[in-house]
């Protein structure tokens, strides 16, 4: 009960956190717009190619787009001493990552569904791709958020020079959006490729977790 109490308490906290950054959100969501309407003005008023491209160039801007917040999963904590003063509360280094990894998923990740059918209209994407759309995105999303927490976490080590992180995220981000643009574009059951990505999803879900604790103790030690 005990567990419980101090993890209703650090959501209580990153839901105090998310409203005095909400512009950050509203900053993610409104570059995902006009990145789209760049595109669109590049491309020209070509129906059927906006169609054909439009779900990979909606997952690569939904990739650019809610990662944009990532860099500061840790950053703001770290400064202050409040991921010292968790771990001193009871909280592992591992649980305190993994808290930190589903509360960006719901604050920064989440509200990207809802733009999700309003960017399909743009590329006349029919009903079915959009709802396959939103289904891909809630679980690739999960592991945006995973990636994330290992670039902040390694942020944190290196001050000077974030595009690691930066190429951590995009580099193990190729196949989340190869097998999903994949599952949207299949004529045929895709059901293999879901489970795959939903495997791929639970992986990362096992791993982020140690890996940014990990890191996460040595930019301490270091500090």
């Avoid at 999960?142 to 390694?154: K, N, P, Q, T």
Wanted: glycine fraction near 6%; charge should be neutral; hydrophobic fraction near 55%.
């Amino acid at each position: 009960m005990l567990i419980l109490k101090k993890i209703t308490l650090f959501f209580s906290r990153e839901l105090k956190l998310f409203y005095s950054k909400i512009t950050d959100l509203f900053s993610n969501i409104l570059f995902f717009f006009l990145s789209i309407f760049v595109f669109i003005f590049a491309i020209g008023t070509d129906e059927q190619l906006l169609q054909t491209i439009g779900v990979g160039i909606i997952w690569v801007l939904l990739l650019l787009s809610s990662t944009l917040s990532t860099r500061r999963i840790y950053e703001d904590d770290f400064k202050n001493g409040t991921l010292i003063i968790m771990h001193m509360s009871g909280l592992s280094y591992e649980l305190i990552a993994f808290l930190k990894i589903i509360s960006h998923f719901i604050f920064f990740q989440i509200p990207f569904l809802i733009s999700i059918p309003i960017a399909g209209l743009f590329f006349n994407l029919n009903i079915n791709e959009i709802i396959v759309l939103i289904i891909t995105f809630s679980i690739g999303s999960l592991i945006f958020s995973c990636l994330g927490s290992i670039s902040a976490s390694m942020n944190l080590l290196n001050k000077t020079n974030f595009s690691i992180g930066s190429l951590i995220i995009l580099l193990f981000s190729i196949p989340v959006i190869i097998f999903s643009v994949g599952i949207i574009n299949s004529n045929d059951d895709f059901s293999s490729l879901l489970n795959l990505l939903f495997g791929i999803a639970l992986v990362f879900i096992g791993i982020s977790p140690w890996s940014s604790a990990t890191c996460i103790k040595l930019a301490i030690r270091n500090k």
